[in-house]
Each structure stands twice: as structure tokens, then as C-alpha cells.
């Protein structure tokens, strides 16, 4: 029988949650354990596709091509496993089977109401979870308790570990312990009364896991244990970490968690196995070749979620080279207003992420061709390679009205255009090109290279694409198409010959696959010419 874990958060939202989920999961996995997780959004959206990253931050897609929350990233990056739909349940997806199941006559004769049709909907998305292959499923309910929203995931959680029992299943709330600076203390009241908020609805939890700036004193632990009915050895301590979020697993083990986890599920605790892990922190805190800095050219830069997995993935390339990766994040609109020189002078790297809509397109564009001209390494990502497109035809080529439809519909050039089946799609949720779709690779090519593989599969989020009408005349100019989707010719990954050290493009989201002890073979090498461009 599957064992389950719901993690719930409270006092203030932004805790880490995700990150403290994902980082139990990568334990209990390096304890030998098989491990499944999941997210449960309250809010109304039947998936984030459709928000913009003010609200949401990043989306991030999994291989089955559902777009949904960026915690998901930490999942597959912290505990090494793959999400897929039933990864992520939000309300707008619950009450749409629900109701779509009343319009098919499902609930004939009966009032259909929260509790316990709702209710049941989301204890149905937990038993996903469920399988031979799965020992422990982690559900992480998005939001803070007190929320109105969150209220029929928490009678959904209370309900299923009532009918699984204690042994089944556990209830790990996170909160946070502030420190106030003019007493010079640190409060306990706020958790406290959070973990109110839960007894009221009839969950005790059996783990406290406390975010605090400064170490937890064992008066605070014996105070939160007895006023929130959580043994003392499960006050877990949360302190922010130094360096890099790669460091909260270590220093949960230090106090066992996992350990504790497995008594109270009465499973056997086999040995905890992270030394690479460490070796990989080490690295991220003291690398030995150096320092490079990389300039992410995008328009929500002052968001920090907004390019979370590409953050990550340079952090990713970097371990692999052991350097430190400083990221310069750049508004596109800037270089716009001031040009290309005043903000990526002296860059090691230039990366252009992905992206909708008109608003920064020049800047990014001027981006690349400051990155084409001065040979400094590239590497563009779904918009990013439409406007490397952009770029070529405009510059090189010499077609100076050369655009994508999306934003000039009545371009005389066309360069990236509407899919032939995208075109009578009016709908905006879930209907891009989404999820993993092969590729096949050109030999001896700097993809080629970095992959050392012909064969590869990749994660998609866009509509348009490379017009292959412009093809020939962009290969007789040297732009290289290094990677093509052998199902329909569409192109993948484009990338210079000549004398250019490193430029490359993929139509697909490679940040997506890099995980912190593997960096995805084209963030590894584009950090690796970067590198080199310093020396
Ligand atoms: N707006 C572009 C498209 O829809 C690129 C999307 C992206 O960068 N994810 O094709």
C-alpha cells in the first residue's frame, strides 16, 4: 500500500514549500524508497498556461505536455522524477470533471455539493498517487491554511488519511517563526495559531517544519512541540540556507526527517545515500575554475519566478564546469531604449528565454545580434530562437521587414508562422504544441556534440515555428539546421557555422530536463564556451 504525506502551509505564502516537499521526496528516494509527488493549486484557472508570470511566475511542462506549476520543477529537479497530469490538480480542474460529469447525467437525482462530491474529485486526484511502484506519495496543497479556497483540499487530505489510517499516512505542515527584530526575539505565536486554523478542521499535524532566519533555540522547539501537539523530535528547524536551495536536503537530514518519517510509517530506514549530492553543493559553494557572468535578456526580470528553470539550468551548466555562474538579468526593453553595448559589454555568455507577445521583441533581437557580431556564446530558447530567426533574416540576409506573424501578421517575411492546425484553434488553454516530441540530430554539429546522441526528446511550449520556405536561403548564409522533428519536418534547433564559438537555438525548452547532478547537455556546453571566451 501506497504511504501518503500532505504537506500544507501556513502563516505567510512564498515559504518554500515546494522546495522543502521536493527535498524530503530526494531523501526518502536516497533511503531506497520509490517516491511519487503532486500538487494541489486552490485557485479557479484550470491550469496556469493561461496566466501571465506576474501571477504565476514560470510554467513549466512536463513530458505529457501538461503546463503547470512551478513547483513542479523542484519536484523533478530536487527528487529525480518525472511529473506528468496527474502531477498537479488545481479547483478549475476538479469542478470541470465534476461538472462535466453532471451534464453527462453522473449524479442523477442528487444535489451536487463541495462536500462530498468536490471533496471526492480530489481524493480521487490523490489516489493517482497510488501503485505497486510507488511506496510514498508526497501531495503538497497549494496556498496558506485560512485561505477560503483551500478549505475542501484540506477536508479532502483530512478525510483520506482518516480512511488510511495513522500508519498511512502523515500530515506536514510548514510555517513560519519570525524573528522580531526590535524585541530581539523570535515568535512562536503565528505557528501556533496556524496550526489552530488545522485542529479546527480536524487535522493534528504530525510534522512542523519551521522557516526561520536564525536557529530555533531548544525553548522554542519544546513550545511549539507542546502548544501544537507535535512530538519534539518532529519541531524540524528550516533556517535559510547560505548558498543555494541545493543545500535544504543536507540540512533537513541532519535532524533525520526521513528517518522519522519511515518509523512513524513503520517502514524499514535503510541508509541514507547523498554523497554526491554533497559534492554537488560543494561545488555550487566553491568551485574551482572560476567565475563566468551570463546575460538573460527577457521581459520579467525583476520577477525572479519567472525564469526559475533557466536560472536553475545555468546553475546546472555551471556545476558541470565547476564554475560560478552570476546571472545578469537584463530588461529587453532597455537595451531597446540605450542599445546592446551599455548592458552586455563583457558578458562570457548571452541566453534569450522564452516569452509572448510584441513587448521587448526589439531589444531581444538586438541582443542577438550584439551576441552574433562580437562572437560571445548563445543560446536562445523558443522565442529566443525565433528572434535568432529574426535576427539572421533581418541582418544577414538583408530582408529588413522579416518577422513572425505573431507580431506583424501581414509581414512580407514571414520567417516564423502559424503551424498549419494551429490556425483554426481559438481557444488559449492548453492548445499549443506542448510536451516532449523527438528530434533528430544533425552529425557534427555543435548540437550533435552536446548531446553525443542523434536521437533526442524534448519539451515544447509555443505555436509558431521556423517557415521552411525560408530555408535554403538561411542555410546558403550559414545558419545551420542542426535538429528536426522527424515526424514533420518542423524545425528544432538551429545554430552559425563560420567562425562563431557557440551559437545555438532550440524551438524546445531544454531547461526543463537539467537537473542539478546532470546539466542539460546544451546549458553544459554553452557554459562551457562561455568558460572559455573568459580565458
Ligand atoms: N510566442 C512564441 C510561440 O508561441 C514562443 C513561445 C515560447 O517562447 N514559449 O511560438
Known amino acids: 500500500m501506497t504511504k501518503h504525506i500532505f504537506v500544507t502551509g501556513g502563516v505567510v505564502s512564498s515559504l518554500g514549500k515546494g522546495i522543502t516537499a521536493a527535498s524530503i521526496a530526494f531523501l526518502l528516494k536516497r533511503r531506497g524508497y520509490r517516491v511519487k509527488m503532486q500538487k494541489l493549486d486552490p485557485y479557479l484557472n484550470v491550469d496556469p498556461g493561461t496566466m501571465s508570470p506576474y501571477q504565476h511566475g514560470e510554467v513549466y511542462v512536463t513530458d505529457d505536455g501538461a503546463e503547470t506549476d512551478l513547483d513542479l520543477g523542484h519536484y523533478e529537479r530536487f527528487a529525480e522524477i518525472t511529473c506528468s497530469r496527474d502531477s498537479n490538480y488545481t479547483t478549475g480542474k476538479i469542478y470541470s470533471s465534476v461538472i462535466q460529469r453532471e451534464r453527462e447525467g453522473g449524479y442523477l437525482g442528487k444535489t451536487v455539493q463541495v462536500i462530498p462530491h468536490i471533496s471526492d474529485e480530489i481524493k480521487k486526484a490523490i489516489s493517482q498517487l497510488d501503485g505497486k511502484d510507488v511506496d510514498i506519495a508526497i501531495t503538497e496543497i497549494g496556498g496558506t491554511v485560512g485561505d477560503i479556497e483551500s478549505l475542501p483540499f484540506l477536508e479532502a487530505i483530512r478525510q483520506y488519511r482518516h480512511q488510511i489510517g495513522r500508519e498511512n499516512g502523515l500530515f506536514m505542515h510548514l510555517t513560519l517563526v519570525p524573528y522580531i527584530r526590535a524585541a530581539g526575539e523570535m515568535k512562536t505565536k503565528p505557528s501556533q495559531q496556524s496550526v489552530g486554523i488545522l485542529q479546527e478542521i480536524g487535522i493534528v499535524p504530525d510534522i512542523l517544519v519551521c522557516r526561520c532566519e536564525r536557529p530555533l533555540s531548544d525553548e522554542h522547539k519544546e513550545k511549539l512541540s507542546l502548544f501544537c501537539n507535535v512530538k519534539r523530535e518532529l519541531v524540524i528547524e528550516e533556517q535559510d540556507v547560505k548558498n543555494s536551495i541545493y543545500e535544504v536536503p543536507i540540512e533537513?537530514?541532519?535532524?533525520?526527517?526521513?528517518?522519522?518519517?519511515?518509523?512513524?510509517?513503520?517502514?524499514?530506514?535503510?541508509?541514507?545515500?547523498?554523497?554526491?549530492?554533497?559534492?554537488?553543493?560543494?561545488?555550487?559553494?566553491?568551485?574551482?575554475?572560476?567565475?563566468?557572468?551570463?546575460?538573460?535578456?527577457?521581459?520579467?526580470?525583476?520577477?525572479?519566478?519567472?525564469?526559475?528553470?533557466?536560472?536553475?539550468?545555468?546553475?546546472?551548466?555551471?556545476?558541470?564546469?565547476?564554475?560560478?555562474?552570476?546571472?545578469?538579468?537584463?530588461?529587453?526593453?532597455?537595451i531597446e531604449k540605450d542599445g546592446a553595448e551599455k548592458y552586455l559589454s563583457g558578458v562570457n555568455g548571452i541566453l534569450v528565454p522564452g516569452g509572448f507577445g510584441d513587448r521587448g521583441i526589439p531589444g531581444k533581437i538586438d541582443a542577438i545580434r550584439y551576441a552574433r557580431e562580437n562572437k560571445i556564446p548563445f543560446l536562445g530558447i523558443c522565442l529566443g530562437m525565433q528572434c535568432a530567426v529574426i535576427e539572421f533574416t533581418r541582418n544577414v540576409l538583408g530582408h529588413a521587414t522579416a518577422n513572425s506573424s505573431e507580431f506583424d501578421p501581414n509581414t512580407s517575411h514571414p520567417v516564423i508562422a502559424l503551424m498549419e492546425d494551429q490556425k483554426k484553434i481559438t481557444a488559449k488553454g492548453g492548445t499549443m504544441r506542448l510536451g516532449q516530441y523527438p528530434c533528430v540530430i544533425k552529425d557534427k554539429t555543435k548540437a550533435a556534440l552536446a548531446y553525443g546522441s542523434l536521437k533526442i526528446n524534448e519539451r515544447h511550449r509555443h505555436r509558431y515555428e521556423f517557415n521552411p520556405l525560408?530555408?535554403?536561403?538561411?542555410?546558403?548564409?550559414?545558419?545551420?539546421?542542426?535538429?528536426?522533428?522527424?515526424?514533420?519536418?518542423?524545425?528544432?534547433?538551429i545554430e552559425l557555422s563560420g567562425d562563431h564559438p557557440w551559437f545555438v537555438a532550440c524551438q524546445f525548452h531544454p531547461e526543463f530536463k537539467s537537473r542539478p547532478l546532470s546539466a542539460h547537455p546544451l546549458f553544459r556546453d554553452f557554459i562551457k564556451a562561455a568558460a572559455k571566451k573568459q580565458a
Open 252 to 334: 533537513l537530514a541532519k535532524q533525520d526527517i526521513d528517518k522519522y518519517i519511515l518509523e512513524l510509517f513503520h517502514m524499514h530506514v535503510k541508509d541514507l545515500k547523498i554523497d554526491d549530492w554533497i559534492q554537488m553543493v560543494n561545488t555550487v559553494v566553491s568551485p574551482k575554475s572560476g567565475e563566468i557572468e551570463i546575460a538573460v535578456v527577457g521581459k520579467y526580470i525583476s520577477l525572479r519566478d519567472a525564469y526559475k528553470s533557466i536560472y536553475e539550468a545555468l546553475t546546472h551548466g555551471g556545476i558541470a564546469n565547476d564554475v560560478r555562474v552570476h546571472i545578469r538579468m537584463i530588461e529587453s526593453e532597455d
Open 470 to 493: 525560408f530555408k535554403a536561403e538561411c542555410e546558403k548564409h550559414g545558419m545551420i539546421f542542426s535538429g528536426t522533428c522527424p515526424d514533420n519536418n518542423l524545425t528544432e534547433i
